[in-house]
């Protein structure tokens, strides 16, 4: 990957002086976001799911911040005209009681009638769940009504926006985690891809919008003085940055996100389109860089037929000329679509269980493309802990499209892997994942430079090590699955872990050990339906 000119510049002229600013925020947004989720607790006792709730709660919550917005200093528009005067934040403060649940439901209903728009998406099908007038009089007068949520010099809407489907993704009884991918990651695979103005972006998986986001928050801080007004009001056509989401309570979470960060037009073409993106291969709608973290989970109950041609009985199946295999995996499907989806001369990093890095048949064959076809130049192993699926073991793949090589050879010459798995302990409450964590892989990957700077850990037992191409292919079912780290914790009983932390430790093992024999009988054939373990 060339490096943009700029990319190691400050982040933004005169940042030191909004510090004290960004403190402040950070103090408020803790504070907003343990309110409202205080009074997510109610809702939740009126019958709601977490997804739900949140959701119910991001109408309004959407609704007051849009009335705060002034002159969105990204490209100058006037962001009070995003909802009409007439079901507006205004339009509901001076009502009470039933007047204020009947214009409420209207104002829903009204939002929603332009699907293809940015605030179509966000209020597609919307439904008023809180029944009870009292409750939405108390939301909108003493909760949101009373708050500001807007800070000089910082992103206190978004930011609170964000907390908020943070807290919501805790609650793994509901699947609402397995929207959110952590903040640290997120930032540390947008600090080594390096987005810049020239780039197209996507994510066909994009839950609330968090690669988006910072996607587009790199830009702006890295690039934003070199740009023209042309380039940055590409960014709210489509043509530069979109994402796709399969459930529409999610895609509408996702569409509230990215407009609150100053991303899209509330009447312009929606940046989030609701579909499965398996579904269809990208015809003239490719990326220079692609971000994802394809959903985990159980096979897929539809069969995407690839060139091999091999079928497999089930309800629904697409045709999908580019891809090398057809399987019910999922993620393996994803990661083919992916590969598809990049541009020739682009680039992805993609979060994918370890399965995909092991599993023979259609996953070897992945595997082989992968390295042939493409430049597989890094691999993350990431440790357990850090998502809230429980005992999951996962790794961040980066690799670049190439154009075909007129003598044959293979694009990648060697793979480099950091493991940041053996020896590290993480959990999402005690030591959750921070981005200063994931420092020395940044420092490791050396973003902007030639990879042939890379330089492999001195000790045996370190984490940065490579791999030559020969040595990959000739690994049993081309296994990417590599570890030659010992765990120190191996030789040291009493490694001063709380007891809670290594029992919880011992419970995700077992379970990644169970999912990993899952998708082994899986793909031998065997109907294996294995509900994942919750872990608090």
Known sequence: ????????????????????????????????????????????????????????????????????????????????????????????????????????????????????????????DAQNRITKPALLEKLVVDLIGREEWTVKGTDLKGDAYEGLLSKGASDTKTGAGQYFTPRALIDAMVDVTQPGPKDTITDPACGTGGFLIAAHAYIRDHHMKSMSLDERMAYDSGRKIWGNELVTATARLAAMNMLLHGIGKSDGPSLI??????????????????????????????TVIGQDGEVEKEDIQYDRDDFTATTTNKQLNFLQHIMSL??????????????????????????????DEFDLHTILRLPTGIFYAGGVK?????????????????????????DFRVGQ???????????????????????????????????????????????????????????????????????????????EEIVRDLQSALNEFTAIARSLGAEVDVPEAEIE
């Open 1 to 124: 990957m060339t490096a943009p000119a700029d990319a190691h510049q400050p982040a933004a002229e005169g940042a030191e002086s909004t510090a004290p600013a960004k403190a402040k925020a950070v103090v408020q947004t803790n504070t907003l976001v343990s309110k409202l989720w205080n009074y997510c607790n109610v809702l939740r006792d009126n019958g709601m799911s977490t997804i739900e709730y949140v959701e119910q709660l991001s109408y309004l919550l959407f609704l007051k911040m849009v009335d705060e917005m002034e002159n969105d200093p990204w490209d100058g528009r006037d962001m009070s005209a995003i909802v009409p005067a007439d079901y507006n934040w205004q339009s509901l403060v001076g009502k009470r009681g039933a007047e204020l649940e009947k214009h409420y439901r209207d104002t829903l209903e009204h939002l929603g009638r332009h699907p293809d728009t940015t605030i179509g998406t966000i209020f597609a």
């Open 273 to 302: 389109s609701v579909g499965d993106a398996l579904a269809e291969k990208p015809s003239g709608h490719h990326a220079t860089l692609v971000l994802a973290n394809p959903p985990f989970g159980r096979k897929s109950a539809i």
């Open 342 to 371: 990049t541009a020739v001369g682009g680039r992805a990093a993609v979060v994918l269980p370890d399965n995909v890095l092991f599993e023979g048949g259609a996953g070897e064959k992945v595997r082989r493309k992968l390295l």
């Open 394 to 418: 996962a790794n961040v793949l980066f690799f670049d499209k190439k154009p075909p090589r007129a003598d044959g050879k293979p694009h990648t010459t060697e793979t480099w892997v950091y």
């Open 425 to 503: 302990h993480f959990t999402l409450k005690q030591r959750p994942l921070t981005r200063a964590h994931l420092d020395d892989f940044v420092a490791a990957y050396r973003p902007g430079e030639p990879r042939s700077s890379r330089v492999e850990s001195e000790d045996d037992n370190g984490p940065f090590k490579k791999f030559g191409y020969e040595d990959l292919i000739a690994r049993d079912k081309v296994n990417l699955d590599i570890t030659w780290m010992k765990d120190p914790a191996l030789d040291d009983a009493d490694r001063g872990l709380p007891p809670e932390v290594i029992a």
